[in-house]
Each structure stands twice: as structure tokens, then as C-alpha cells.
């Protein structure tokens, strides 16, 4: 009789091995996910200090194209993976949509507006 007992037992055991190999596979998936998420915000940031940069060198289109890499990057983040305010999330493309870097005689106001930008998104990424 023992030995009908044995198959069962392994069966439980591999169904609960089973279990927890999925369920690992699960927290694996969602932490690669906030990673990809992490990175990307990450990389929205440093396209807007690469626009100011570009600000500085007078280079207005390319400073724009990073702008718009920027609001890209920041529009593929789903805010549920970070857990992020989505709203503040929002506001911040909004903000990105809505910048246009031109020639001006006093470069301050847009170089502050971009270190704006760069700073929410850096409070945004420190706040998952």
C-alpha cells in the first residue's frame, strides 16, 4: 500500500513545484517590466537634458527632437507597471507636447522650463 501512496505524493509535489515556478516566472515578468518602465523614464529624462544642451548650442531643431523623443518615451510608460500618478504622468506629456524651442533673445526662460521638465521627471522616477 505504500507504494500507491508515492505517485500521489509526487504529483503533489510537482503540481505545488509547478505552482511556485509560475508564480516566480510571474514576479520575474513584472520586475523585468518595471525595469523596461524605469529605463524608459530614464531615458525621457536624459533626452531633456540632451534638448538643453542643444539649447545652449543654439541648435533649436535638434533640441526640439529631443523634446519629442522625450514625450515619446514618456507616452510608451504604462503608469500601473510603476505605479505611477497617472495624471501627473499625463500633465508632464502634456507639458512636453506643448514645448517648442525657438530662437529668443534671452535663452533663460526656456533653459529653466527644460531643467523643469527634467526635475518632474526625475521626482516622478524617484517616487515608484
Not at 500521489?8 to 505552482?19: D, G, I, Y
Not at 524605469?38 to 531643431?61: C, K, S, Y
Not at 527632437?65 to 497617472?86: C, K, N, V, W, Y
Amino acid at each position: 500500500m505504500a507504494r500507491r501512496g508515492a505517485p500521489k505524493a509526487q504529483v503533489e509535489q510537482l503540481t505545488t513545484e509547478l505552482s511556485e515556478s509560475r508564480d516566480s516566472a510571474t514576479a520575474a515578468q513584472r520586475e523585468r517590466d518595471q525595469a523596461r518602465a524605469g529605463m524608459t523614464l530614464r531615458e525621457a529624462q536624459v533626452a531633456v537634458l540632451q534638448a538643453n544642451m542643444e539649447l545652449d548650442r543654439r541648435n533649436f531643431g535638434i533640441a526640439n527632437e529631443h523634446i519629442e523623443r522625450a514625450g515619446q518615451r514618456l507616452g510608451s510608460i504604462d503608469a500601473a507597471t510603476l505605479s505611477l500618478d497617472e495624471a501627473r504622468l499625463q500633465a508632464l506629456r502634456e507639458d512636453l507636447a506643448q514645448t517648442n524651442l525657438n530662437l529668443a533673445t534671452d535663452l533663460a526662460e526656456q533653459r529653466a522650463h527644460l531643467n523643469r521638465l527634467a526635475a518632474e521627471i526625475n521626482d516622478i522616477a524617484a517616487s515608484r
